[in-house]
């Protein structure tokens, strides 16, 4: 009797891991390439999104940065960094890790 919560316990966790299950009716017809797919695709456009939170951009530094790289044009706005881009014309700014050749000077 004691195992049985335990296997439950089990079961369910496997479950949990299982990924999405899909029910249909037995006179429906499945494509399982496109819903596989779909999926697929669906995946990528979350890790797309997790990527893009993870990603912080400006389009217009804030008043007191200053450059710290000529080669790079790399800018230090307080204690962060960022590096300009151009995308459609227009220069955006992503933030990063100072520039290997300019270390972060201790204060």
Not at 29 to 55: K, P
Not at 57 to 65: A, D, H, Q, R
Request: proline share 7%.
């Amino acid at each position: 009797m004691k195992r049985s919560p335990l296997l439950i316990a089990l079961l369910l966790a496997t479950l949990a891991h299982a990924g999405p299950v899909i029910i249909s009716k037995g006179d429906s017809s499945i494509n399982a390439f496109a819903l596989r797919d779909q999926l697929a695709r669906e995946h990528e456009w979350q890790e797309w999104l997790r990527l893009q939170q993870a990603l912080k951009w400006l389009e217009v530094l804030p008043v007191n940065c200053e450059l710290t790289s000529q080669q790079d044009h790399s800018y230090r706005c307080g204690g962060q960094y960022y590096r300009p881009y151009r995308q459609a014309g227009k220069e955006i700014y992503i933030q990063g890790n100072p520039s290997p050749s300019h270390p972060t000077s201790p204060q």
